[in-house]
C-alpha cells in the first residue's frame, strides 16, 4: 500500500508501485488535467508538484510518491484563482489549452522559487514545457504579470 | 434578406453559404421548431434550402450558439457565438456556447480544415442572429400590438421607442416560438459600426475550463467499464501482421483481451493501418501489454524506402523538365539572354504534425449503432469512414467532437476512430484507443517532402526578366488514388501557379514523384515549401542585383492590380481555395500593403548589432495576405536565436483580433520551429523519430522576445487566419540568417548546417 496526499485528501494506492503517477491520477482517480503529451518527460504537459517540486508524473513511479505531498491543476487553487491562473486569463494565453495545464505548474513552481523571473530564467525553467501552438509570447508575459501580482 | 448589407451584392451571400444555403433557419427551443422549419423554411426563388441550427434561446433568455466548427486552439467557439451574439443583439454574459453533433443535413460541411470557418460561415452565422433578432422585434410587436419598424432590439431587450416598454429577450421566447419565420424584407444585417463584438478582443469561452484542468479532450474521455486500446501498427506503410504471439501480453496485470485488426493496403485513405491492439483496463497496462507482444511483420512494398536515397530522386526530378502547369512568355530564352543568370536547388523534409494531445477516441457499439467521441477536425469523415469499415449506414453512427488538443490537420483523418469503432464493436464495451507520442510520430500523414529548382534572369538594370520554377514532392492525392506521382491543381496553386509576380517569362514546372508513406496535409501544407524556395530565391536574386531584398520584392510584385488568372498561362485549372477569383481575386495591391507595412513597423533597413540581422518574406494563402520579418541573431558557434518577429496580415474582414494575432505568433513559433529542426527521416521503410526527443519542435526559447502583430483594416470578404502565418517564416528566416552570416541556407532543417559552418567561418 502507497499513501500520499493528493491535493489535500490522503489517498491510498494498492497496485503497481512503478506506475507512472501521470495514469494513477488519470485513469483511477479521474484527475484527467494532468495531461499524456509524450510519456518521456519531454514536453511537460503532466507537471504536477510533489512537495512543491514541479515533477513530470509520466515518469514519476506512484511509489516515489509516498508519504508525500501531491498537488495536480485541480488543487492549485480552488477556483481558478492562483496568480499565475489569473495572469493566464489575464493575457488570453491558451490557443488549444492542452499543454496549459502543465504550463501553469510549471510556472506556478518557477516563481515559488524565484519570485521575480528574468526571460533567460523563464525561458530556463519553461523550457521543458513544449507548447505546439506556440502561446510562448504570452506565458512569458503572464509570468511576469504574475510576478508583479503575487503577495499584492 | 437584403440584397445590398455591409456593402455585399446577393451574388456574394450566394457565394459565401455555398451549394444551396441560402436561407437560415433559427431554431428557437429545440427540435419542434426546428423540424417545423425543416418542414416549411422559405426558400429562395432558385436554390434549395439547408437549414443551419446555429443558435437556440431559452425561455430564461439564455442564448445558446451552437458551434458546428471544431476547436483546436483557433478560437473558433469564441468567434462563431461573437458573429451569432453580435447580429442577435445578445449579453454576451447570457451566451453559451454547445459543441454539434457530427451532422451534415444541418450544419453544412463541418471539416475544419483549410482555414475557412469564418469565410465560409461569417455570413451565413450573421444570418442566424439577424433573423433571430428580427423574430424576437417581431414578438415585441405582436406583444404590444405596434409596426415591428417601431421597435428594436439591444442588449438582450427589445424596445418600442415611442413608449420606453422594454421587454427581455426570454419574456419573448414564448410568443416567437409561435410567429412565422420573419420574411427576407425583415432581417437587416448590421453596418459593420454597429458591431458589439464583431473586430473587438474577446476572451476566449474555454478559459476557465482550460486554466483549472476541467476542459475535456479526446484524451479525457472515461466510461462505466470502459477498455483501454493501445496497437502495435505495422512498422511500415502498407506492411502486416505475419505473426503474432501475445502470450506475455496477456499475462501483463490488467490486459483483458489481445485483438488482431485487418491492415488496408495502400493506398489507405481514411482506414486504419491495423496491426494488433492491447485492451487493458487501465492505460498503463495496455502500454505494457502492448511491449510485451511479439510481432512479427510483413514489411510491403515500402519496406526500403530511405530519405537520403529519395531525396537524390526528387533532385534529379527537377533538373530536367517536368509536366508544365504554368508558361507565359519564353523563359527558356528569355534566360540565355540575361545579362546575369542564378539558379538554386531547395530541399525540405517530411514534417510531422506532433499536435499535443495524441490521438484518442471513444466508442460504444450497440444494438447496431455506433457512438463516437473524438477530438476530430472532421466529424463527417468519421462518420462515414466508420460506417463503411463497419458496414452499416451512416445514420447509426453518430459523432461528438469534443475539444481537441491541437490538430492542425492530423485529426482530420479519421482513421484512429474507426479503430477505436471497430474494437468497440469487436469487445462490446466502450472502447478508448490511445495513440502513445511514439504512435503519433512513427504513424503520421506526414507532410510532404519537397525538392525544387530555380532559375532567374536579371536584366542590366537588375530587373528580373525571367523566372524558372520546378518543383516535386509526393502528393496528398497519392494517399487516396493509386499511382499519383504529380501534385494536384491545389497543391502547385499553393505558390506557384498562383505566383503574383510581374516578370514577362515565367515557367512552372512540376516533376513526378511517388509517395511511399501516408502524405497529408499539415498546417499550410503544400505552401510552406513552395513559399520557402520562392522567397528564398527571390532573396538571392535580390542580392544578385545588388537590391534591398523588400524594395526588390515589392518590385518582382509589380504595379497594383488584379492578377488575371485568365492570362496567366496555365496548364491546369488555377486554385484559389475553393473561392472564386471575382470575390478573392490575387490583388497585388494587398501584397505590398502587408510588405510596406511590416518593413516600417520591424525597423527594415536601420542598423542592428554585430551579428544580428533581418529577413522577409511574404505570402498570400487561405485568401490571406501575410509579411513576416524575421531578425536572428547568429552567434560564432553557429548557434541561431531570434530576438524578434514582426508579422502583418490581411485577413479582410477580422471577427476576433486577439485570436488573429494568437495564430500570427504560433504560426510564427511553429514555422520557426519546422525552419530550425523540423524533420522526420525515413530508414528501411520507417520514420527514425518517434518522440520529441528526435523530433523537435520549438520550445520557448526559441520564441522571439520582442513580437508585433499588424492587422491590416478591412472591410473586405474574411480570409483565412489559420495557416497563412506558417509560409512566409521559413524564408524569412533564412534570408535573415544569409544577411547575418552570408551563408544561404537552401536545405532544411537550418540546426546541423549552422553549426560547426559558422564556427570554422568565424
Known amino acids: 500500500m502507497i499513501s500520499m496526499t493528493i491535493n489535500g485528501r490522503g489517498q491510498e494506492f494498492s497496485g503497481d508501485g512503478a506506475m507512472p503517477l501521470l495514469w494513477y491520477l488519470r485513469d483511477e482517480l479521474g484527475l484527467t488535467g494532468t495531461k499524456f503529451g509524450c510519456g518521456v518527460s519531454a514536453c511537460g504537459a503532466c507537471t504536477v508538484h510533489l512537495d512543491g517540486q514541479a515533477v513530470r508524473a509520466c515518469v514519476t513511479p506512484v511509489s516515489a510518491a509516498e508519504g508525500k505531498k501531491v498537488v495536480t491543476i485541480e488543487g492549485l487553487s480552488r477556483d481558478g484563482s492562483h496568480p499565475v491562473q489569473r495572469a493566464w486569463r489575464e493575457h488570453n494565453v491558451p490557443q488549444c489549452g492542452y499543454c496549459q495545464t502543465g504550463q501553469i505548474m510549471q510556472a506556478a513552481a518557477l516563481l515559488a522559487a524565484t519570485p521575480r523571473p528574468s526571460d533567460a530564467e523563464i525561458d530556463r525553467a519553461m523550457a521543458g514545457n513544449i507548447c505546439r501552438c506556440g502561446t510562448y509570447i504570452r506565458i512569458r508575459t503572464a509570468i511576469h504579470a504574475a510576478a508583479g501580482k503575487d503577495r499584492s | 434578406m437584403t440584397s445590398n448589407t455591409a456593402g455585399m451584392e446577393r451574388r456574394d451571400f450566394v457565394q459565401l453559404l455555398g451549394t444551396g444555403a441560402l436561407v437560415l433557419v433559427v431554431s428557437l427551443s429545440g427540435c419542434r421548431r426546428l423540424s417545423d422549419a425543416l418542414r416549411g423554411a422559405p426558400r429562395t426563388a432558385t436554390t434549395s434550402v439547408t437549414p443551419a441550427a446555429y443558435l437556440r434561446l431559452e425561455d430564461t433568455g439564455t442564448v445558446t450558439v451552437i458551434c458546428h466548427r471544431s476547436e483546436m486552439g483557433q478560437g473558433i467557439r469564441t468567434s462563431i457565438a461573437m458573429i451569432v451574439a453580435d447580429e442577435l443583439e445578445a449579453d454576451w454574459s447570457r451566451v453559451k456556447v454547445e459543441q454539434a453533433l457530427g451532422d451534415e443535413k444541418t450544419y453544412g460541411s463541418q471539416n475544419t480544415d483549410g482555414s475557412r470557418s469564418i469565410r465560409d460561415f461569417y455570413t451565413a452565422l450573421r444570418q442566424a442572429g439577424a433573423t433571430g433578432r428580427a423574430l424576437l422585434e417581431a414578438a415585441a410587436a405582436k406583444e404590444w400590438n405596434v409596426p415591428a419598424s417601431e421597435v428594436e432590439a439591444r442588449d438582450h431587450v427589445v424596445a418600442h421607442r415611442s413608449s420606453g416598454r422594454k421587454l427581455d429577450y426570454g419574456q419573448l421566447v414564448a410568443t416567437a416560438r409561435d410567429l412565422p419565420m420573419p420574411g427576407e424584407s425583415a432581417i437587416r444585417l448590421k453596418q459593420p459600426e454597429q458591431f458589439r463584438y464583431i473586430g473587438k478582443d474577446m476572451p476566449i469561452v474555454d478559459m476557465a475550463d482550460m486554466i483549472t484542468g476541467a476542459a475535456q479532450y479526446g484524451m479525457d474521455l472515461r466510461r462505466e467499464g470502459m477498455l483501454v486500446a493501445v496497437i502495435a501498427r505495422p512498422p511500415v506503410y502498407g506492411g502486416t501482421v505475419k505473426s503474432v504471439d501475445s502470450t506475455a501480453a496477456e499475462k501483463v496485470a490488467g490486459v483483458e483481451r489481445v485483438v488482431r485488426l485487418e491492415s488496408t493496403p495502400p493506398p489507405s485513405g481514411f482506414m486504419p493501418l ?79 504534425h506532433a499536435q499535443m494531445e495524441p490521438l484518442a477516441a471513444l466508442a460504444t457499439f450497440e444494438n447496431g449503432k455506433c457512438d463516437i467521441w473524438a477530438p476530430t477536425q472532421h466529424p463527417q469523415a468519421a462518420r462515414d469512414t466508420v460506417a463503411l469499415a463497419l458496414k452499416i449506414p451512416v445514420e447509426d453512427v453518430r459523432v461528438s467532437v469534443t475539444l481537441l488538443g491541437g490538430g492542425f490537420g492530423r485529426k482530420s483523418k479519421p482513421d484512429f476512430i474507426v479503430e477505436a ?113 520562392i522567397w528564398s530565391f527571390a532573396d538571392e536574386l535580390a542580392h544578385a542585383a545588388g537590391k534591398d531584398p523588400k524594395d526588390f520584392f515589392l518590385q518582382l510584385i509589380g504595379p497594383e492590380r488584379i492578377i488575371d488568372m485568365t492570362k496567366a498561362g496555365l496548364a491546369m ?103 530550425l529542426y523540423g524533420e522526420i527521416s525515413f530508414k528501411e521503410g520507417r520514420p527514425v523519430q518517434s518522440n520529441y526527443t528526435d523530433y523537435q519542435v520549438a520550445r520557448i526559447d526559441a520564441a522571439p522576445r520582442e513580437f508585433g502583430v499588424y492587422i491590416v483594416p478591412s472591410k473586405d470578404l474574411p480570409g483565412g487566419v489559420g495557416e497563412p502565418g506558417v509560409p512566409p517564416v521559413a524564408p524569412a528566416l533564412c534570408n535573415a540568417i544569409f544577411a547575418a552570416t552570408g551563408r544561404r541556407i537552401r536545405s532544411l532543417p537550418v540546426a546541423k548546417q549552422l553549426v560547426g559552418g559558422i564556427a570554422s567561418a568565424g
Open chain 2, 573 to 675: 485549372k488555377p486554385w484559389n481555395y475553393d473561392r472564386s477569383f471575382e470575390d478573392y481575386p490575387i490583388d497585388t495591391a494587398r501584397y505590398r500593403r502587408v510588405l510596406e507595412l511590416v518593413a516600417d513597423k520591424s525597423g527594415w533597413g536601420k542598423p542592428l548589432a554585430k551579428g544580428r540581422a533581418r529577413g522577409i518574406a511574404v505570402h498570400r494563402s487561405f485568401l490571406s495576405y501575410v509579411a513576416t520579418v524575421i531578425q536572428v541573431e547568429v552567434k560564432s558557434d553557429g548557434t541561431v536565436s531570434i530576438p524578434r518577429a514582426d508579422v502583418a496580415i490581411d485577413a479582410g474582414t477580422v471577427v476576433n483580433p486577439d485570436r488573429v494575432r494568437a495564430q500570427m505568433e504560433g504560426a510564427t513559433i511553429m514555422g520557426i520551429g519546422n525552419t
Open chain 2, 274 to 352: 491495423g496491426g494488433v491492439a492491447v485492451l487493458a483496463r487501465n492505460t498503463w497496462a495496455a502500454i505494457q501489454g502492448r511491449q510485451q507482444l511479439r510481432v512479427e511483420w510483413e514489411k510491403g512494398p515500402n519496406a526500403t524506402y530511405d530519405s537520403a536515397v529519395f531525396r537524390g530522386e526528387l533532385e534529379r526530378s527537377v533538373r530536367r523538365s517536368g509536366k508544365v502547369v504554368r508558361n507565359q512568355g519564353d523563359a527558356t530564352r528569355a534566360l540565355q539572354s540575361a545579362s546575369k543568370r542564378i539558379q538554386a536547388d531547395y530541399y525540405i523534409p517530411h514534417l510531422g
Open chain 2, 421 to 533: 469503432a471497430l474494437l468497440a464493436r469487436e469487445t462490446g464495451k466502450p472502447v478508448k484507443v490511445v495513440w502513445t507520442r511514439e504512435d503519433d510520430i512513427q504513424h503520421d500523414y506526414f507532410h510532404t517532402v519537397a525538392a525544387q529548382h530555380l532559375e532567374g534572369g536579371l536584366d542590366a538594370s537588375g530587373k528580373v526578366t525571367a523566372w524558372l520554377h520546378r518543383t516535386a514532392l509526393p502528393s496528398i492525392m497519392a494517399t487516396f488514388v493509386p499511382g499519383t506521382v504529380y501534385a494536384g491543381e491545389g497543391e502547385v496553386g499553393q505558390g506557384v501557379t498562383d505566383l503574383p509576380f510581374a516578370v514577362p517569362n515565367l515557367r512552372c514546372e512540376n516533376g513526378p514523384a511517388a509517395a511511399l508513406t501516408r502524405i497529408g496535409w499539415y498546417r499550410s501544407v503544400i505552401n510552406i515549401p513552395h513559399a520557402f524556395a
